[in-house]
């Protein structure tokens, strides 16, 4: 059976990145009998250029009846002026594909420990997940919005947290194995909510996973003290948000970050961390590895092909191992040199 993947390279690096995707994507198929067909749509500022809307109707339906949507980067300088903006099409993009789940892998490549802001023998072995809630919380609730007074209105459903804490156990038993639910169960009722329904959740279903819960200023501390001791955090949309930003850059270059997206109805989205980098655009400076990475991702949770996705992710460990990487990352590589050693490794390690 053959899967149909939707590249929207985007602006910027995107296009370098998506080359990327692709090329490990193409080397790592016929290993593990995959037959991947790609198309490749404009997203963002390329298509406000082309088509005078960043998420053009084409662009729309390729992405609604894909098995997998994988996207570069969008936006830049060019389109600040005023006018459509470039983010738009992401946000019409997320909304098509019905992504509730952002999960974020913060890994710690072995050799690569000194990039880290924090003591490199504190940082070694962090390899946790944070899987966020992405369409429920105070960011969606009603707001009043006056001169004298405001409110957002924080507010999930037992289905909504049960929607996101079964992708987080699930990734969990396919990992160390552990959750640790981040809530602030001591001030909120939606966090007594939360914690209440994903310990249910756990009793009745995932009885195997281990559990437990840490209040979200605690973990603020305990990310950057003991980054080491997580597996899978789960937790809901604005905790999420601020922890995940604070846990990127724990592994060191957010060129190294890949992120998934994932749906009920879609085979989800999948993404590196980094923005479209304009500075270092056109240039053959981008890393390649938060989208490879990414790739591997759309392998696992869009395709159910865990061990094609595995196969990327030893082939970019070996090679950073090895010390094959871009000037981010401290090495001399350019792009397409980084993308040609992790085709090749993966070739090897057929
Ligand atoms: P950015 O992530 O594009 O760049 C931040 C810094 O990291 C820059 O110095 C850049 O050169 C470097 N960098 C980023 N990715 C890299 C890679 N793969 N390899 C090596 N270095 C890399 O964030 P910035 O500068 O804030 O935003 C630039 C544009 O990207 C803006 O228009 C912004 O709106 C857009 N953006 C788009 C996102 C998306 O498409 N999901 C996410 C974040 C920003
Ligand atoms: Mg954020």
């Not at 160390?176 to 994903?198: E, I, M, P, Y």
């Not at 597996?231 to 604070?246: A, K, P």
Request: glycine share 12%; charged share 20%.
């Amino acid at each position: 059976m053959s899967h149909t993947i939707v590249l929207l390279p985007g602006d910027g690096i995107g296009p370098e990145v998506a080359a990327a995707a692709r090329a490990v994507l193409e080397a790592v198929a016929p290993h593990h009998g995959l037959s991947l067909t790609f198309e490749s749509h404009d997203i963002g500022g390329c298509a406000i250029d082309a088509h005078g809307d960043p998420f053009p109707e084409a662009t729309a339906k390729a992405c609604a009846t894909a098995d997998a949507v994988f996207l570069g980067a969008v936006g830049g300088p060019k389109w600040d002026g005023g006018g459509p903006r470039p983010e738009a099409g992401l946000l019409a993009l997320r909304k098509t594909l019905g992504a509730f789940a952002n999960l974020r892998p913060i890994t710690l490549f072995p050799g690569l420990e000194h990039l880290s802001p924090l003591k490199e023998e504190r940082v070694a072995g962090t390899d946790m997940l944070i899987v966020r809630e992405l369409t429920g919380g105070i960011y969606f609730g009603d707001k009043v919005e006056g001169d004298d007074h405001a409110s957002d209105l924080c507010s999930y459903s037992r289905d909504e947290v049960e929607r996101i804490a079964r992708i987080a156990f699930a990734a969990a038993r396919e990992r160390k194995g552990r959750v640790t639910s981040v809530d602030k169960a001591n001030v909120l009722a939606t966090s007594r909510l939360w914690r209440k329904t994903v310990v249910a959740l756990r009793d009745a279903d995932y009885p195997d996973v281990e559990l437990d819960h840490v209040l979200v200023d605690a973990m603020a501390m305990k990310l950057i003290e003991q980054p080491s001791a997580f597996d899978v955090i789960l937790t809901e949309n604005m905790f999420g948000d601020i922890l995940s930003d604070e846990a990127s850059v724990i592994a060191g270059s957010i060129g190294l970050a890949p992120s998934a997206s994932l749906s009920q109805t879609h085979g989800g989205l999948y993404e590196p961390i980094h923005g479209s980098a304009p500075d270092i655009a056109g240039q053959g400076k981008a890393n390649p590895i938060g989208a490879m990475l990414s790739a591997a991702m759309l392998l696992r949770h869009a395709l159910d092909a865990g061990g094609a996705a595995a196969h990327i992710e030893r082939a970019v460990a070996d090679c950073l191992a090895g010390g094959v990487g871009t000037a981010d990352i401290g090495g001399t590589e350019h792009t397409d040199a980084v993308i040609a050693a992790v085709c090749d490794r993966i070739g090897e390690a057929g």
